[in-house]
């Protein structure tokens, strides 16, 4: 049986944007060819759920090497992905100061190809919030298709 979506996306606009990308520039540090959102489509900070999207393009920087002839957008920047969006929730609604960066990545997993032309949905779950520390379940879509799952651990360094 394959795994069940984080959260019930059904009457989710998915094409809605909540918080464009000069919004997410406000909380994230991330500039230029690392800047891995493009929107923030769905937040719901009292049950704990976020969703953004990052449109995959033909002229970004690792299509020419990440396959020849077959390019297939790397899973650590599918992790990079969930992270910003992680952070981008901890700053937007826990109010946390400062640069959030990498605690850990846990239980990752790869269902699925992402190519130049689709569209990423990273979809969030806050699991906790304690001592500086938050933690997410995250999910990659793409045309409703699971892409990749993992635990993200976000540290406020300060």
């Known amino acids: 049986m394959p795994p069940l979506h984080l959260f019930d996306l059904t009457g989710i606009d998915l094409n809605r944007i909540v918080y464009d990308k000069e919004a997410i520039r406000a ?60 952070s981008f929730y901890s700053k937007k609604f826990l109010h946390l100061e400062g640069f959030i ?22 979809v969030g779950k806050k699991t906790f919030f304690r001592h500086r520390r938050v933690g997410c379940d995250m999910q990659g879509l793409v045309d409703g298709a699971l ?8 540290v406020q360094l300060g």
């Open 27 to 86: 909380c994230n540090p991330q500039r230029g060819v690392m800047e891995m959102l493009d929107a923030i489509v769905h937040a719901k900070p009292e049950e704990g759920q976020i969703i953004g999207y990052k449109d995959v393009q033909a002229d970004e920087f690792w299509v020419e090497g990440h396959i020849p002839g077959r390019p297939l957008f790397p899973g650590v920047l599918m992790i990079e992905a969930a992270a910003q969006l992680a």
């Open 101 to 122: 960066g990498f605690g850990a990545v846990d239980n990752v997993k790869f269902r699925g190809q992402v190519v130049p032309g689709n569209r990423l949905y990273v």
């Open 147 to 154: 892409v990749f799952e993992a635990q993200v651990t976000g």
